[in-house]
């Protein structure tokens, strides 16, 4: 029988002199942790994310939820919609809120995974090049990696994989050229029948069920290698 996962505890990670909240879950004994870089308008309350976080935490696998604006950007961007393809900032949220998850956490040291959606992806995927061996693994869902441009993609260095659905075929042209730029140890898989949110039957679990077996497979091997 398994144990009960934990209910997520509610954090405020600093950023300037504002902070971005986030739902954390942390699993006794277990050091992988994923970082969620949530993308166009979307914030940690996202039902797709929340659903891919649980079969993480079926696969023994820690989640971070959280929000890359602040309570304030959100609210400005409801209106003018200008934060949320603001790929700097995005990345630049994601790498603080990895320097907190780094030295503030109790327990062991995490083992840092990201698994971006939408425009996040291109905020992971430029966050994972710069940051190198502190970060083990990524996972992008109909994410947008040519946003993150050819010199990131070609600087990064951790395991990465592209999940894209099948009927979002413009997304999938774009992540097939990412792909080719990238040098590291990389994989693309294509869920038959999904459109761009995964809606489908089924294809979000299915998608869910890739990435949790990604992050299992080299968040440990980073953990044994570091």
């Avoid at 902070?19 to 050091?31: R, T």
């Avoid at 994601?94 to 425009?119: C, K, M, N």
């Avoid at 996040?120 to 993150?148: F, M």
């Avoid at 089924?202 to 440990?220: D, I, K, V």
Wanted: net charge neutral.
């Amino acid at each position: 029988m398994t144990s009960p996962v934990p209910l997520p505890t509610e954090v405020r990670i600093p950023t300037g002199t504002d902070h971005l909240l986030g739902d954390l879950v942390q699993l006794p004994g277990k050091a992988a942790l994923v970082l969620f870089a949530n993308g166009s308008g979307s914030g940690r309350h996202s039902a797709r994310n929340r659903l891919v976080a649980s079969r993480l935490h079926e696969a023994g696998i820690a989640t971070l939820l959280f929000d890359l604006l602040t309570p304030a950007e959100q609210a400005d961007d409801v209106h003018s919609g200008r934060h949320r393809f603001d790929i700097a900032l995005l990345t630049r949220r994601l790498e603080e809120a990895t320097q907190w998850a780094l030295h503030t956490l109790d327990g062991p040291r995490p083992v840092i995974g990201y698994f971006g959606a939408s425009t996040g992806s291109a905020a992971a995927l430029i966050a994972a090049a710069r940051l190198g061996d502190r970060v083990g693994a990524v996972v992008s869902r109909g994410g947008r990696p040519d946003l993150a441009g050819p010199a990131a993609l070609q600087a990064l260095t951790a395991p990465t994989l592209l999940i894209v659905g099948e009927a979002d075929r413009e997304v999938v042209q774009l992540n097939s050229a990412a792909i080719g730029h990238m040098r590291c140890h990389r994989s693309m898989t294509v869920i038959p029948r999904a459109g761009h949110l995964f809606e489908e039957p089924g294809t979000l679990q299915l998608a869910a069920g890739h990435a949790a077996a990604w992050f299992s497979r080299h968040l440990a091997w980073a953990e044994e290698h570091t």
